[in-house]
């Protein structure tokens, strides 16, 4: 049984689709399988797997500690329980990005962003971040582009340098991933309304905002994104948060009351999760679950 309707190139080719449209689309992070059925329950247009998310759920920091291989097989969780697009985040490459677009295409992703930080790279809204050479990150797109199969796996390329060099720098090596073949550009840590536009009037292809929270780019509204010329909007860590923190909280209430009696009412209800994960069609007797893989179905 496959968890989806659509085909992994449906998925891809529908995302390139609604691209074209000039709309823009918002992608909420899915921290779990679970969070990505969600987002598409809700009505989001895709799902979106952070690095840094994947790093947190480990326990650890953001500093390029993650592999391919843990990478690569959550991303793929997620990616194959819904029918939405699903783009995330590769870091630096994982060493080789030949190998790992090949993998991330053949796990069904839609997508994928690179960035042109060094492999000991940082959360993309702290200091102290050191860049890649825009020769040597030029290199790294090219080699992403020539190495997919689908045309459609959407090759995102990101830039960290807004805080290192400041904007006309990053205006640069935008300039310079565009030529290279990048579908999208993915300009990190924008600080406000006027940096992105003039990043917007500075780049001729797709543009990623990055809405994180307590970061130093300003919180803006789709409209606001819409206006300003932005294609993709991700909210990465947002589910967490919320996650952990409510998490955090009922725990507390539970080691200080010995009960969970007065967090019930924060807590998902078993008929709501039944409802999430579609038990009644799972439990049909006439129908096994007989597709558990991993990888993307095509």
């Known amino acids: 049984m496959h968890f989806t309707k659509k085909t992994v190139a449906e998925k891809r080719s529908n995302l390139i689709s609604k691209l074209q ?3 823009l689309l918002r992608f909420p992070g ?11 329950e809700i009505g989001f247009d895709g799902v979106y797997v952070s690095g ?5 759920d480990l326990g650890l920091p953001d500093i390029g500690l993650t592999s391919l291989d843990q990478v690569s097989y959550r991303s793929s969780q997620i990616a194959r ?28 992703l839609a997508g994928c962003h690179l960035e042109d930080q060094v ?7 702290l200091d102290n971040k050191e860049l890649i050479s825009i020769e040597e990150m030029v290199k790294k797109i090219e080699e992403c582009v020539k190495s997919r199969k689908d045309k459609n796996f959407l090759i995102i390329a990101r830039t960290d340098a807004n805080t290192v060099e400041g904007l006309d720098k990053t205006i640069n090596r935008i300039k310079a991933y565009e030529g290279a073949g990048a579908d ?3 300009p990190e840590a924008l600080k406000d309304e006027h940096e992105f536009e003039k990043v917007r009037k500075n780049s001729k292809g797709y543009l990623l905002a990055n809405m994180t929270e307590f970061g130093k780019s300003k919180l803006l509204d789709k409209k606001q994104l819409e206006n300003l010329g932005y294609n993709l909007v991700i909210y990465p860590v947002t589910t967490q948060r919320l996650a952990m923190k409510s998490a955090e909280e009922g725990l507390k209430s539970i080691f200080k009351d010995g009960h969970q009696n007065n967090i019930i009412d924060k807590m998902q209800t ?3 999760l039944y409802e999430l994960v579609e038990y009644e069609k799972y439990n049909t007797p ?3 679950i007989t597709d558990f893989s991993t990888e993307g179905h095509e």
């Open 119 to 125: 492999p000991e790279k940082r959360c993309g809204h």
């Open 286 to 288: 006439d129908k096994k």
């Open 30 to 40: 899915a921290y779990n399988p679970l969070c990505a059925k969600l987002i598409a």
């Open 52 to 56: 840094g998310v994947m790093s947190n």
């Open 184 to 186: 999208m550009i993915f």
């Open 21 to 23: 449209s000039k709309k």
């Open 81 to 108: 329980v819904t029918d939405l697009p699903t783009i995330v985040d590769i870091d630096t490459g994982f060493g080789n990005c030949k190998n790992t677009i090949e993998v991330f295409e053949a796990k069904g």
């Open 270 to 272: 078993r008929k709501r």
